[in-house]
């Protein structure tokens, strides 16, 4: 098996130390090349041959936005991971980064002055994402068949699943993580402007980029995008993001729904975690829920997606061909917890369509009528 090729591009003679020097240490890693701006990253790409490519946001001559546009005339595919700050300003490059065709991204500690910190951030959340975006491409065996499945539920734990009916939706609930900013950005101006149900989101992401991410899939969709905020109250058409670093849950309000937001322990190292809001939207949903389970490294979504079952809910889980990483709604899928497994492209359609059972209103997706021209 041979290793990832790595090729890491930043400014800072601390930070590529820092990163050259943790990545080396894995034994299914190695380091291509570095480079200390866009211009050189450009010119070693053809000469190193990478896999993968992590890329700093801000940097003189050519930053990350320009080397990644200029990349992306030659190298579709070649995945990229933006390694950028957390500040407002960061997000908004990265976000821009991940319209433009970054894979995905990583959050630079606050103080990169504290080499531990700092080694720790790459060791938790670099190294396991290099690992993911790559497992296809250097032929490394991390599929589904090779990770350990869940814990199963002992069989007293379980409650009697619900007899599947035709129940009509009230809710859209959508956990994702990798790959999840492009992926929701397709989806959800796909949905109209009538959409008849509220939707909760949660979207692995730090504070400051949840906020971000809301504000310009409202710009772009239909319905109304918001970051999520205590005793708002879920209407349809609106949808609500979880902020970043709490965890977001629904709570019965007299005849309303309201949101609540809260600071418990992370859970599968998430916070936001969908388990923790598809708990919740299962709770008080019951078999009138409707989960979907889209692109993402790790487990997260898998036993909220197991209530939502147990309640007599519906799952939807995304193709293993359309995701970036095929993690999240992989265990879903193979569990046999999803009533339809589906390339992204044809989820606003199913989605749309399980929403119409029970209600006159025609909610057909947003772009179906530019399809319908003679």
Request: with cysteine; charged share 20%.
């Amino acid at each position: 098996m041979r290793k990832i090729r790595i090729l890491v591009v930043d400014d800072s003679v601390v930070v590529r130390r820092m990163v050259t020097s943790v990545l080396s240490e894995d034994p299914l890693l190695e380091i291509a090349g570095v480079a200390a701006n866009g211009r050189i990253a450009l010119s070693k790409v053809p000469q190193v041959n990478p896999d993968i490519i992590i890329l700093d946001v801000e940097m003189p001559e050519l930053n990350g936005l320009e080397t990644l546009a200029e990349l992306r005339k030659t190298y579709m595919l070649l995945p990229v991971i933006m390694y950028s700050t957390l500040t407002t300003r960061g997000a908004e490059a990265t976000l821009d980064a991940l319209t433009l065709g970054a894979t995905d991204y990583v959050t630079k500690p606050s103080n990169v002055g504290n080499a531990a910190q700092g080694m720790e951030c790459i060791r938790t959340e670099l190294i396991p994402k290099i690992k993911a975006i790559c497992s296809r491409t250097a032929g490394l065996e991390l599929s589904l068949a090779n990770m350990p499945p869940p814990r199963a539920k002992q069989a007293q734990e379980r409650k009697a699943p619900v007899s599947p009916r035709a129940d009509r939706v009230d809710i859209l609930a959508i956990g994702v993580s990798t790959g999840g900013p492009n992926a929701l950005a397709e989806l959800l101006p796909a949905l109209p402007e009538n959409f008849p149900v509220p939707i909760v989101i949660v979207q692995h992401m730090p504070p400051i980029f949840t906020r971000l991410l809301a504000e310009r899939l409202s710009a772009q969709s239909q319905v109304r995008v918001d970051e999520g905020a205590p005793a708002r109250t879920l209407e349809p058409a609106e949808a609500w993001v979880a902020p970043g670093d709490y965890h977001m849950v629904v709570a019965r309000d007299g005849p309303s729904v309201r949101l609540h937001t809260y600071q418990g322990p992370p859970e599968n190292s998430c916070r936001p975690a969908v388990d923790v809001l598809f708990r919740s939207v299962a709770e008080i949903y019951q078999s009138h829920a409707l989960a979907v389970v889209m692109t993402g490294m790790g487990q997260d979504g898998f036993r909220g997606s197991e209530r939502i079952k147990d309640a007599g809910g519906q799952v939807l889980a995304q193709d293993e061909a359309t995701s970036v990483v095929w993690g999240m709604p992989g265990f879903v899928a193979n569990a046999g917890l999803a009533d339809k497994v589906l390339p992204l492209v044809e989820l606003a359609p199913e989605i749309c369509r399980r929403v119409r059972v029970g209600r006159e209103v025609s909610v057909a997706p947003a772009l179906a009528s530019n399809s319908i021209k003679n």
